[in-house]
């Protein structure tokens, strides 16, 4: 069943929709007809009525949590966007609070109706266009970085001093001859090394790095390594199909003759790619050229209501032009994964996903864990309860569109329109497997505020209410808080995400960008074992 606040956006519960003079805030949110719950809009205490749910609240209720609209025995299902969050632990009376003391997991299967939904993407009848930087061979970058990747973490701080000579607020003169550089930014890491030769884990971090070695943001790449290290940079570049260039070139620190040596070294050749990277100028190309990555982090009860179903709107916009959006993070559609697969265009590409999920579910046995770890104190705080709620709020990134490829994570992505990429839920290391796989846009949604970027590949940061723009603002892209009080709707915020998207692709710096971040966040996917 597909989530109706998807569709037509959150309904109120208690009072009509659109306050005024005469007509207080509504004070919940009503998903779906069929939900065991409904969302505070506010704080709510004991003693509040709520009149079209007929109920009268029990206790404390903060914002973005939820509220029993009916009495719930021990073991019954509970229900939130039509869908199953959890099982009720204990008896739960109507109008008291539904959280972590009184629901919990449990297995329950899931209808995976390969196809049931999949419908032929409606392409839009002309193309938006954005102000893209077109390199050599076609492809398209939304800014314009100088890199510096490590082979190994023992590079990692010649890396950096290189990156630091570059930096325009310590050092404005290093760039000032370039204005069209967005930068120098150095992406190290803390592994490379002690790990089996032929292991995924090393070949998975091979991957990353090619994948960053040849993403479309940067005119010029340097790779350091130190020399003796497992993975090394001729190893590397082979599995990679990777060969030096003028745009990409490779050192190691014990041959070039140490740390001094090696940073005046690689300062001398950046300073030799500047002129060539300077070069270039913005030109009007279609928005299928841009690839999305969808990410959201630190969310609360709301996120699954206005920033995510929002996104999902841009999304399909993205789409319809012929785009792509890349959802990821498979422990946060966990549970969820029915309804990807009802998208899905073939059930070769549904069990794909299903694949990925059983993987997970064995890799969390093996290392003694369990799927529902995945939501944060700051979720839980938020009114988020268990991985099956935050992952049908999660979904809601990924719009209506088809499902049309699944992929490993740090794979490139060819297909257009929406696909999935197998990746944690921990967002820096997420997000680097979709800028790996060439994302050259991420779009973040959050509501505890968290604060993130991405470089070489500008991070929009989507606020989900009102209380967080107006907290953390400086940190905030765009705030979808007015969906909850319906002064905007779904579609609305949407369509004004996607002119974000495009704004921002054209060189818009995004706030993340503005305050620096994005060169600590490259985490690749650490696998396997380390000896």
């Known amino acids: 069943m597909q989530n109706e606040s998807q569709v037509k956006g959150p309904r109120s519960s208690g009072q009509p929709d659109q306050p005024t003079a005469t007509r207080p805030r509504p004070l919940v949110i009503r998903l779906h007809r069929d939900d065991d719950v409904v969302i505070a809009r506010?704080?709510?205490?004991?003693?509040?009525?709520?009149?079209?749910?007929?109920?009268?609240?029990?206790?404390?209720?903060?914002?973005?949590?939820?509220?029993?609209?009916?009495?719930?025995?021990?073991?019954?299902?509970?229900?939130?966007?039509?869908?199953?969050?959890?099982?009720?632990?204990?008896?739960?009376?109507?109008?008291?609070?539904?959280h972590i003391h009184n629901i919990a997991m449990a297995e329950f299967d899931r209808d995976y109706a390969y196809c049931e939904s999949s419908r032929p993407t409606q392409y839009a009848d002309t193309s938006a266009t954005f102000d893209g930087i077109v390199r050599a061979d076609g492809r398209v970058a939304t800014r314009n970085y100088i890199g510096i990747l490590t082979s190994v973490n023992c590079s990692a701080t010649v890396a950096r001093a290189i990156a630091d000579h570059f930096r325009r607020d310590t050092n404005p003169s290093s760039l000032e001859a370039y204005p069209n550089v967005?930068?120098?930014?150095?992406?190290?890491?803390?592994?490379?090394?002690?790990?089996?030769?032929?292991?995924?884990?090393?070949?998975?971090?091979?991957?990353?790095?090619?994948?960053?070695?040849?993403h479309p943001n940067f005119a010029g790449v340097l790779v350091i390594g130190l020399g003796c290290e497992t993975n090394q940079i001729a190893r590397m570049m082979e599995t990679q199909g990777l060969t030096e260039a003028s745009f990409l070139k490779t050192f190691n620190i014990?041959?070039?003759?140490?740390?001094?040596?090696?940073?005046?070294?690689?300062?001398?050749?950046?300073?030799?790619?500047?002129?060539?990277?300077?070069?270039?100028?913005?030109?009007?190309?279609?928005?299928?050229?841009?690839?999305?990555g969808l990410q959201c982090g630190g969310s609360d009860g709301y996120s699954g209501i206005s920033a995510n179903p929002a996104l999902g709107a841009a999304v399909d916009l993205l789409?319809?032009?012929?785009?792509?959006?890349?959802?990821?993070?498979?422990?946060?559609?966990?549970?969820?994964?029915?309804?990807?697969?009802?998208?899905?265009?073939?059930?070769?590409?549904?069990?794909?996903?299903?694949?990925?999920?059983?993987?997970?579910?064995?890799?969390?046995?093996?290392?003694?864990?369990?799927?529902?770890?995945?939501?944060?104190?700051?979720?839980?705080?938020?009114?988020?309860?268990?991985?099956?709620?935050?992952?049908?709020?999660?979904?809601?990134?990924?719009?209506?569109?088809?499902?049309?490829?699944v992929y490993e994570y740090a794979q490139p992505v060819t297909a257009k329109g929406l696909v999935f990429m197998d990746t944690p839920g921990y967002d820096p290391i997420s997000a680097t497997g979709q800028v790996a796989g060439g994302a050259n846009l991420i779009c973040f949604t959050t509501g505890r505020g968290s604060a993130y970027g991405c470089a070489p590949?500008?991070?929009?940061?989507?606020?989900?209410?009102?209380?967080?723009?107006?907290?953390q603002q400086e940190d905030m892209d765009l705030n979808c808080g007015p969906i909850l009080s319906g002064q905007r709707t779904i579609e609305e915020m949407g369509a004004e995400?996607?002119?974000?998207?495009?704004?921002?692709?054209?060189?818009k710096r995004s706030r993340s960008e503005i305050h620096g971040y994005g060169q600590n966040e490259f985490v690749p996917w650490q696998i396997g074992a380390i000896t």
Not at 500 to 507: I, N, R, V
Request: aromatic share 4%; proline share 5%.
């Open 319 to 405: 789409v319809a032009h012929g785009g792509t959006a890349i959802l990821s993070e498979t422990p946060e559609i966990y549970g969820a994964e029915h309804l990807l697969t009802r998208r899905a265009v073939s059930r070769e590409v549904g069990e794909k996903l299903v694949a990925r999920i059983h993987w997970w579910e064995d890799y969390c046995a093996r290392n003694r864990a369990a799927m529902n770890n995945n939501p944060s104190a700051g979720n839980k705080a938020g009114g988020l309860t268990t991985v099956l709620e935050k992952s049908l709020g999660g979904i809601a990134k990924a719009g209506n569109t088809d499902l049309v490829e």
């Open 182 to 214: 967005d930068g120098v930014v150095a992406l190290t890491h803390g592994v490379g090394c002690a790990v089996d030769p032929e292991g995924e884990g090393l070949a998975l971090l091979q991957r990353t790095l090619g994948g960053y070695a040849v």
């Open 254 to 292: 014990q041959e070039t003759g140490g740390t001094a040596k090696t940073v005046a070294h690689g300062i001398e050749v950046v300073k030799g790619m500047l002129e060539a990277a300077n070069r270039v100028e913005r030109r009007p190309v279609p928005a299928s050229h841009l690839v999305v």
């Open 457 to 471: 590949t500008p991070s929009l940061k989507i606020a989900t209410n009102d209380a967080l723009w107006n907290r």
């Open 42 to 98: 506010e704080q709510l205490v004991g003693g509040t009525t709520l009149p079209d749910e007929g109920i009268t609240v029990s206790g404390l209720i903060p914002p973005g949590h939820k509220v029993a609209t009916r009495a719930l025995e021990e073991g019954q299902a509970v229900r939130r966007y039509g869908q199953i969050i959890g099982f009720a632990s204990k008896p739960i009376a109507p109008g008291e609070h539904v």
């Open 497 to 507: 995400l996607f002119q974000l998207m495009l704004d921002t692709a054209s060189g």
